[in-house]
């Protein structure tokens, strides 16, 4: 009998990590001038707020980490999404950064916003999309429009 193979960094096998990091320190135009025009004080909030999410996407999950002080975990599993929608303003495409909206079939995360990281955003879409593919047959789950 063989058995399967060792657990990847996300903890289960054949489970490949797609992203995992913060979000860019200074996300968009906007907020480097700001940090210009205050002397850099403005990276300080900036900081604050990259520093307080951390994302792991995984072939099996979406993982947010929130907090600095409390921590809080949030986990929906790629089966459950839905939906997708990819968001690049202007000021964030001169930056290289860009956000991944998944509407999802959870009850406690409905939306997941995994925002202003700095990936080429849309072939972590497709990487996303056909994992949550994978993931849906794997289970037998169909999601069926009802209108």
């Known amino acids: 009998m063989l058995s399967p193979g060792p657990p990847t960094a996300a903890g289960e096998p054949d489970e490949e ?87 999802t079939l959870d009850q406690t995360s409905p939306n997941v916003a995994i925002s202003s990281i700095q990936t080429d955003v849309v072939a972590l879409y497709e990487r996303i999309r056909a994992a949550t593919e994978v993931e849906k047959r794997k289970r037998g789950v169909r999601v069926m429009d009802m209108e």
């Not at 986990?75 to 950064?97: A, K």
């Open 17 to 103: 990590v797609l992203f995992d990091g913060h979000p860019k320190l200074v996300p968009s135009l906007g907020a480097l001038v700001l940090a210009v025009l205050t002397l850099g004080l403005w990276l300080i909030p900036l900081w604050w707020s990259s520093r307080s999410r951390h994302f792991r996407l995984t072939t099996r999950r979406v993982v947010v980490e929130t907090g600095i002080l409390n921590k809080r975990l949030e986990q929906v599993d790629l089966y459950r999404v839905s939906d997708y929608t990819v968001v690049r303003p202007l000021s964030q495409r001169i930056m290289g950064t860009g956000n991944l909206i998944l509407r």
